[in-house]
């Protein structure tokens, strides 16, 4: 069973930091290259993409709401991504989603909930006060 589980989510004022990590688990990803990044869902809004790492860490891709302000890495034991998130904005503010999948990073921006073989944590939520 592949788990998922995001940490550091909370409540920041404009123009402060926050980290987010997650850590995955489970047979699929024990013996196979897969990429790891975040998502994140506004109220009212639909889920968009924000980042992604590949396996290695070499090829990464953000948001282009995202970029110059986030930064998104891998831990050395790859398992687990990392979310710095720096210059925060009100319009940050949503439930940030991890998720992973065995391959490339090329689709990942256009997975939803529903996409094959992509998994998915329960979110943790981010609050940028004005």
């Known amino acids: ?17 926050l980290t987010l990590s997650c850590a995955v688990s489970g047979r699929t990803f024990s013996d196979s290259d897969y990429a790891m990044g975040w998502f994140r869902q506004a109220p009212g809004k639909e889920r968009e993409f924000v980042a992604v790492i590949s396996w290695g860490g070499s090829t990464t891709h953000y948001a282009e709401s995202v ?27 949503a439930v940030y989603y991890c998720a992973a999948t065995v391959g490339l990073t090329t689709n990942f921006p256009l997975a939803t909930m529903t996409t094959p073989n992509y998994y998915w944590g329960q979110g943790t939520q981010v609050t940028v006060s004005s």
Do not use: W
């Not at 790859?78 to 720096?86: A, F």
């Open 1 to 17: 069973q592949v788990q998922l589980v995001e940490s550091g989510g909370g409540l920041v004022q404009a123009g402060g930091s």
């Open 67 to 93: 970029k110059g302000r986030f930064a998104i890495s891998r831990g050395h034991a790859k398992n687990t991504v990392y979310l710095q998130m720096n210059s925060l904005k009100p319009e940050d503010t």
